[in-house]
């Protein structure tokens, strides 16, 4: 048994509570961690549940009907209760949890169960007609009650995904200092340097697994937003907890502010950044090194650190950096490349043919475009046996400049040169699809309307099933909307996006687009690595990933168009790449999670967080 008198902690914490004249709790809290921790001392942490995080309290072992305790500092009561969004279930408290917990005249009389709570914050929701004020709700409901946040979330995901994350985010963190409430994570700033490791640990979390970062300098496809960029990591985490199932508690989002070189910004009396210019050269590097050596001291080996949003030139390097010494992952570079390569994948299902027999023309030469080439290169290694620089010649980009022809390499940057071929020099996009006569176009150039008319009927014209991706975000940056390239086509496009489109009618046929989302990808490859306990994040996973998504769409869903599964069954899918994810990781040696279960798939559902309230004490 736990004792209070061998346990330091406990002891302090005792005397902490006493002092401040707490009602009944540390008899219930000494007997509560007895039963929960079933004799084992607190500082064990080999148990762990609910995504692989430490769950000292038991709250996610427990089922759905067992009684927990809703630990705070202490066990929180009253008014204090209600002001912690982990355990307030507002109208929900049942009689005897009021009475228990002091909950008698703070709330009104009447008991409202969450599936009705639901409904009810659903209706309200709907009678937004502005995104922007969706938006604003459903983050004041997490900052509430974080339980039904999810739940709403989960069981709403097709219509509440765009909300929370692109394209509604994107304006969100335009406004981001006029909507500002209160920080939802950490702010890394130059003003931090030397101390990062002090800024961390004032974090109240301390079993965190996942961290997503960003610099602020390219927010989708709006550029450099600074510090406002926060709105990113905090949507996408929101994500990992919903689609992939990581405790909300195991999740940090963080900005680091060098400044922004965004003018509208530094002239904006509501901006909450550094007003100044971008630090970059020795100055940034070295704020990153002590950001990602304080995250592992801090943190451990284990914890998954998401590179987001980060310019093209930063990215890639930081990725080439510390892919071998820290488990860290672009999801502009890798997670667009992988949730890509499964729609290509599936899409050649309806087109017909192999990987290898396809050729592949991008505009766009950044991160997201070289990435998504890259793995197509290796998927199409893979399966030809071939070298992986015979499979790059398959795959043609155009940039800003044009075609990336070899007369062009010794100008080019470093992560473009790979790709370019021998050709005559092409300055606009229309000449390169005449020329290379393409049959999957993928637009990764964050600039809209670049698929024009011409474009399209050109792909159209030497394509009997024109495979057209325009993956750039948010909607308004979109290379073509769904309905220019099924109605340009005449019907016969297989049409992706990055943002989401409505269905389309055309000749008396519905068409729905696909949405080539990073988050069928970014969750499940999330709880892969942690419920594997991996090190390290190789591109064999990735592989495994964009595989275990395309498996996932049916002859029902080709039969519709489609080339993605629905969103509705999301957690379903993520369990699934989450599985693949990690069996590779254990085929690889990176693993650390032994024994390896015999059943990664239920052993993947079974570390899902749920967010069905919990019955109290």
């Given at each position: 048994m736990l004792s209070v008198k061998r346990h330091p902690f406990l002891l302090s914490l005792q005397k902490l509570l006493l002092g401040r004249g707490e009602r009944r709790v540390f008899a219930l809290m000494e007997s509560t961690t007895n039963t929960m921790v079933n004799g084992s001392d607190l500082d064990n942490n080999n148990a762990a549940g609910g995504g692989g995080v430490v769950d000292v309290y038991g709250e996610d072992f427990a089922t759905e009907d067992q009684l927990i305790t809703p630990w705070t500092v202490s066990v929180a009561s009253g008014y204090t209760l209600l002001r912690d969004p982990r355990h307030n279930k507002g109208l929900a408290f049942t009689e005897n949890e009021r009475d228990a917990h002091y909950l008698r005249g703070l709330l009104p009389p009447a008991l409202m169960n969450q599936e009705l709570q639901e409904k009810r914050l659903m209706h309200n929701l709907r009678q937004y007609k502005v995104p922007l004020q969706r938006y604003v709700a459903m983050m004041d409901l997490q900052e509430r009650n974080e339980r039904l946040f999810y739940k709403l979330l989960i069981d709403n995901v097709e219509e509440l995904l765009p909300v929370v994350y692109t394209p509604t985010v994107g304006e969100a963190c335009q406004k981001y200092g006029s909507i500002f409430r209160r920080p939802q994570g950490l702010y890394i700033s130059l003003k931090e340097k030397g101390k990062i490791l002090e800024v961390l640990k004032n974090w109240p979390e301390r079993n965190i697994q996942v961290i997503v970062v960003t610099d602020g300098e390219r927010i989708l496809g709006l550029g450099d937003l600074g510090c406002q960029g926060m709105g990113i990591p905090v949507g996408k985490l929101s994500l990992y907890t919903a689609l992939g199932g990581l405790r909300p508690s195991a999740c940090l989002p963080i900005t680091i502010d060098v400044g922004t070189n965004n003018e509208q910004l530094l002239n904006d009396e509501f901006y909450i950044g550094l007003r100044q210019k971008r630090a970059t050269g020795q100055e940034y590097a070295e704020l990153l090194q002590e950001f990602m050596t304080a995250v592992k001291q801090n943190y451990g080996e284990k914890v998954l650190i998401q590179f987001e949003d980060f310019a093209n030139h930063n990215a890639f390097e930081l990725l080439s950096k510390y892919?071998?010494?820290?488990?860290?992952?672009?999801?502009?570079?890798?997670?667009?490349?992988?949730?890509?390569?499964?729609?290509?994948?599936s899409a050649l299902k309806l087109v017909g043919g192999s990987l290898a027999d396809q050729t592949f023309l991008f505009l766009g030469a950044g991160e997201a475009g070289t990435g998504i080439a890259e793995l197509i290169a290796l998927e199409m290694s893979k399966q030809t046996k071939a070298p992986i620089e015979e499979a790059r010649k398959k795959i043609w980009l155009v940039d800003s400049k044009g075609l990336i022809v070899s007369s062009r390499k010794e100008s080019l940057q470093h992560f473009k040169k790979p790709w370019a071929h021998e050709h005559a020099p092409i300055k606009s996009l229309l000449d390169a699809v005449k020329a290379i006569k393409p049959t999957m176009l993928m637009g990764t150039s964050g600039v809209g309307k670049t698929f024009t008319k011409e474009v399209v009927e050109a792909m159209a014209s030497f394509n009997e099933k024109p495979v057209i991706f325009a993956l750039s975000n948010p909607t308004s940056?979109?290379?073509?909307?769904?309905?220019?390239?099924?109605?340009?086509?005449k019907g016969r496009a297989i049409f992706a996006s990055g943002s989401p489109f409505d269905p389309v009618e055309y000749n008396g046929k519905v068409f729905v687009p696909g949405q080539g989302n990073n988050a069928y990808i970014f969750p499940g490859l999330g709880l892969g690595l942690i419920i594997s306990g991996a090190i390290r994040v190789r591109d064999e996973m990735l592989l495994a990933a964009s595989e275990a998504l395309a498996a996932q769409v049916t002859q029902e869903h080709f039969d519709k168009g489609l080339i993605y599964p629905p969103f509705t069954n999301i957690r379903k899918i993520s369990a699934h790449i989450a599985?693949?994810?990690?069996?590779?990781?254990?085929?690889?040696?990176?693993?650390?999670?032994?024994?390896?279960?015999?059943?990664l798939v239920s052993y993947a559902e079974s570390c899902m967080y749920s967010p069905m309230y919990r019955s109290y004490r």
């Open positions: 892919s071998s010494s820290h488990l860290v992952f672009n999801d502009d570079i890798q997670g667009t490349a992988s949730v890509v390569l499964a729609g290509i994948l940056q979109s290379e073509c909307t769904a309905e220019e390239a099924y109605t340009w086509s599985a693949k994810v990690a069996a590779k990781a254990y085929d690889l040696g990176l693993a650390s999670r032994l024994p390896r279960p015999k059943d």
